[in-house]
């Protein structure tokens, strides 16, 4: 009889969170990815949203991934206590001053620092030729340290949550800004 793995049954349940905030209207899902990397034997699925009262000037996104390695830890190990997969975060935004607009996006997410949440956050500013001189693009990943595991389904809504109101702290501080 076939068992799902730990990667299995936490994609059940981020997918159940994240369609449930797009059908009570919180976000809407604009893409999904379920990918499984033949290459280096990885699984990984990732949902990209928008906030609804954000729009599209902002976009998230929660990834869940297993490796190989998580698997045969988890399948020769018969379940051990700890088996999990990686859980991230990303958030794209538009960053105006690179110096302050950074700063204070570090300073919101300084909830990301410690607890279930403590992830290591890298900023990556790029620059599209053509478009506005003054604009940037800010890619923000968060990958989380702590794997998830099936013990603590909830700590998935927790990451969203979290997700979600760093999204709505960035946009309250961008709001008016002269662009």
Same mark, same amino acid.
């Given at each position: 009889? @076939? ?12 997918? *159940? $969170?994240?369609?449930? !905030?797009?059908?009570? &209207? ?13 290459a280096i034997m990885e699984?990984? @699925? ?13 976009? &998230?996104?929660?990834?869940? +991934? ?9 399948? !020769? ?6 088996? *999990? ?7 794209? +935004?538009?960053? @105006?001053?690179?110096? +302050? ?17 403590? &992830? ?6 790029? @620059? ?10 800010? +890619? ?7 794997? $998830? ?8 809504? !927790? ?16 709001? *008016?800004?002269?662009?």
């Amino acid at each position: 009889m @076939y068992h799902p793995s730990v990667y299995d049954n936490l994609k059940v349940v981020l997918e *159940g $969170a994240i369609y449930d !905030l797009d059908f009570s &209207g919180e976000i809407e899902i604009v893409n999904r990815k379920d990918l499984l990397d033949h290459a280096i034997m990885e699984r990984n @699925y990732s949902v990209d949203f928008v906030v609804s009262t954000i729009g599209e000037l902002m976009r &998230g996104n929660i990834s869940l +991934t297993s490796t190989l390695e998580d698997l045969a830890m988890e399948k !020769l190990n018969d379940n051990p206590d700890g088996a *999990g997969s990686k859980l991230s975060v990303c958030i794209q +935004t538009p960053v @105006y001053e690179i110096e +302050t607009d950074c700063k204070q996006i570090q300073s919101i997410l300084k909830k990301w620092g410690n607890g279930d949440l403590k &992830g290591d956050i890298q900023q990556k500013l790029t @620059y599209i030729y053509g478009e506005p001189r003054h604009v940037f693009r800010d +890619t923000i990943s968060i990958q989380l340290q702590k794997p $998830a595991q099936e013990e603590e389904p909830e700590r998935i809504s !927790l990451v969203l949550e979290q997700l979600i109101t760093s999204m709505n702290e960035m946009n309250d501080y961008f709001k *008016g800004y002269k662009k």
